[in-house]
């Protein structure tokens, strides 16, 4: 019934994902969390613990509240009603900071818990919403299409978010709007855009899930991790490499922070100072989510979700080493534009692997995981994504110790680690279409 919906359906619902995920991306690429707001956090606070802290509340508040979420939409034929009750809370909680940072609120510890608690709050909404968004994404669109969908979605995404970085570079370097109220103007933006994403999800048109799909507590589904890790090898190898794609965090929040250190440095009168570089590597950023989303999905689509997890832990392990060595280009006294250059393959192959890797993982799962059982797989999934908690404060508590040199090949050091487990991944689609025969060895 659900697929023959999802052919029915298909063009208006196609539309309406590509609308949704472009106006999020769109809405979150003012508040990013690897560009916007370490640099606004730490021109507040002076602390580089609290700008990694940025990246440490977007995945804890994405992951964890996804097993409660699980064990709530279990059960039931529609999400979308859970999913909109989700979402509208976290999402208006960013209007306090906007006006905080708007005005210029004088007593700056309030406006970076403002900054952090918001966040938090958004990031919190965002995971209860994950499950039931990504069942309808299932239930919506079939199976061999949705790697063209989220290469659309993120293709269209990623041209509003280089507008975004256009938009930030000019707001910040207004001086109409000195520090920090631009940055109030960029929240003030991104509420805006995410109401548009909400909007679209409310007209999505659903079908039931099947009435068998089994209904799950939370409880149940924590003490069932074990058992799905053992008696599914192939999920247990993704919950892995997930894991070990979360070590790309670690350095993730600093690779701003290192590159505008060195634009203060040779460009210290320049309008904007403090948040120097925010928008134009932002926008390169996500060039690359635009570049990489469309030849990564096209590699999902022809040549497998295995394939595609394999090229990604290639990449994962080349970011960190590009940033080494840009670090040491513009430490040879260089120009800024030489600066410039030298950072901009960092930031555009992360932005590539920003979206790709969820992409990768998510499509992987969805053909693995039963789909009467899908909830709980994709709960359970994200919820043991616990590295990309952690991580990024461990990253801010060592950095004043050991550099950012340091933090980064500790990063590449781990992440090729994924390059062994994507060898012992087999690909669903060859299970599926070749029942009992071993997929062809490497």
């Known amino acids: 019934m659900a697929a023959d919906h999802a052919q029915q359906h298909y063009r208006w619902n196609f539309g309406l994902w590509v609308l949704e995920t472009a106006a999020w991306m769109f809405a979150t690429a003012f508040i990013d ?60 909680a960013l209007l306090v900071p906007a006006v905080l940072l708007f005005t210029g609120y004088a007593d700056r510890t309030v406006v970076v818990a403002s900054v952090l608690l918001a966040y938090l709050a958004f990031w919190i909404s965002e995971g209860f919403s994950i499950v039931p968004w990504t069942d309808m ?36 370097r207004d001086p109409q709007w000195p520090f920090p109220s631009g940055y109030g103007v960029l929240f003030g933006l991104a509420l805006v855009a995410v109401s548009v994403s909400t909007l679209a999800m409310a007209l999505l048109r659903e079908p039931p899930s099947p009435e068998h799909e089994e209904r799950y507590s939370t409880w149940a589904l924590v003490k069932d991790i074990p058992n799905l890790l053992r008696t599914m090898p192939q999920f247990r190898l993704l919950v892995l490499l997930q894991a070990l794609f979360g070590f790309s965090v670690l350095p993730a929040p600093f690779y701003i922070l ?8 040779i460009l210290p009168g320049a309008p904007g100072v403090e948040s120097q570089g925010v928008g134009i590597f932002l926008a390169v950023q996500t060039s690359g989510m635009i570049v990489g989303n ?45 600066v410039y250059a ?16 969820w992409m990768g993982v998510t499509n992987f799962l969805l053909e693995l995981a039963p789909e009467h059982d899908r909830p709980a797989f994709i709960a359970v999934t994200n919820a043991l994504n616990l590295p990309a908690i952690v991580l990024p404060l ?27 487990i994507t060898r012992w991944l087999h690909d669903p689609r060859w299970e599926h279409d070749h029942p009992g025969v071993p997929p062809p060895s490497d």
Do not use: C
């Open 33 to 92: 969390s690897t560009t916007v707001l370490p640099v606004l956090v730490l021109t507040l606070s002076g602390s580089p613990l609290l700008a990694s802290i940025i990246l440490s509340i977007r995945y804890a508040g994405q992951g964890w509240p996804q097993l409660i979420a699980a064990s709530l939409v279990s059960g039931r034929r529609y999400k979308k009603s859970f999913y909109l009750l989700a979402v509208i809370p976290g999402r208006l």
């Open 137 to 172: 994404v299932g239930k919506t669109i079939p199976a061999m299409r949705r790697g063209r969908l989220f290469a659309v979605m993120h293709v269209a995404g990623g041209i509003l978010g280089i507008m975004a970085g256009a938009g930030i570079r000019t707001i910040l």
């Open 258 to 265: 290192y590159v505008t250190g060195f634009l203060r440095e």
């Open 294 to 338: 469309a030849f990564l999905g096209h590699i999902g689509d022809r040549y497998g979700n295995r394939s595609l997890l394999r090229l990604l832990a290639v990449l994962h392990v080349i970011v960190p080493i590009t940033a080494i060595i840009a670090g040491l280009v513009a430490g040879a006294g260089v120009p800024g534009w030489a």
């Open 342 to 357: 030298a950072f901009m393959p960092t930031f555009f192959i992360f932005g590539g692997l920003l979206s790709a890797t």
């Open 394 to 420: 461990l990253g801010g508590l060592l950095l004043r110790t050991i550099g950012y040199t340091f933090i980064f090949l500790i990063a590449a050091l781990v992440l090729s680690y994924t390059l062994l």
